[in-house]
């Protein structure tokens, strides 16, 4: 059967979610205190990395159960 619409899925993914997400900048000085700034900083960015990958897999999940919502004949949609 096919379906009464197809869904871009593509769309509903923003700019947000598909900009690259930037290392950490190396520390300027090789100290103790400038490794440990650098990975705090790193794992935040991480930390935003997942986050993005979480929103993008939800919003395809939440897509492709509507498209084959759509799919479904119309008479056993309600």
């Not at 900048?25 to 997942?50: K, M």
């Amino acid at each position: 059967m096919t379906p009464r619409n197809a869904l871009n899925c593509a769309s509903l993914i923003g700019p947000t979610l598909r900009a690259e997400t930037e290392a950490a900048a190396l520390p300027e000085e090789n100290t103790i205190g400038g490794w440990v700034s650098f990975g705090d900083a790193q794992t935040g960015r991480l930390e935003v990395a997942e986050a993005k990958r979480k929103a993008v897999i939800e919003i395809t999940d939440g897509c492709q159960a509507a498209q084959a919502d759509l799919s479904r004949p119309w008479w056993k949609a309600w």
